[in-house]
């Protein structure tokens, strides 16, 4: 018996060990299919923000506060790198008077994403665009281009996640300061995409 054990143990063993080094089409293409499901480019935002001003901003504003919504799109062939879109509303209290200024922001932006781990993501971006001003005076308006950049941290694994961050923001003319983010963010689901096989012998 023991030898006939050995015996087949012999003549399958090179068998399984030769079959352990191939790899296998469908397999791989399964795993392919899941990581392409599983990879989201587009993404939606909400992020509040505490608004701080800097040097020759802090004699006029107090720290006021903002709502940002936006999208976030992840190049497939790149992933990690985004192109990003963002509308916004602050409130700016003035120092000493009691007046308030509401400011309408818009900006297109581009940068870095890269996934540390499935629950973890650090980005970094750069955005222009123009912004907008009222005054709580009827009829006392203007506007002018803005810049902007951010960091954030990205948290939990989706597609629901926590973000964190710090932004600079100039309103050129007009105002200067730093924000401290915290807001959503939600994937959109990816379409299935579909894997040929193509076996070769």
Known sequence: MKKVLAGVVI???PGLLYAGKVPCPALAAESQARD???FSPLSLKLTTVMDVP???SQPVFEVGAGLLAGMEYRLPFLR???ISGEVGFHEEAANLVTLSVSVFT???GVGLRVDLLPWLSASAGVSGGAFGCILNDPGTS???ALLSADVRLVLLPGPWRLTLGVSYQDLLS???GLGAMIGLSCDLPARARRE???WQR
């Open 11 to 13: 003549l399958v063993l």
């Open 36 to 38: 392409g499901q599983s």
């Open 54 to 56: 800097l040097e020759e």
């Open 80 to 82: 990690w790198v985004y």
């Open 106 to 108: 818009a900006a297109l």
């Open 142 to 144: 203007g506007g002018n």
């Open 174 to 176: 007009f105002y200067r």
């Open 196 to 198: 040929v096989v193509t």
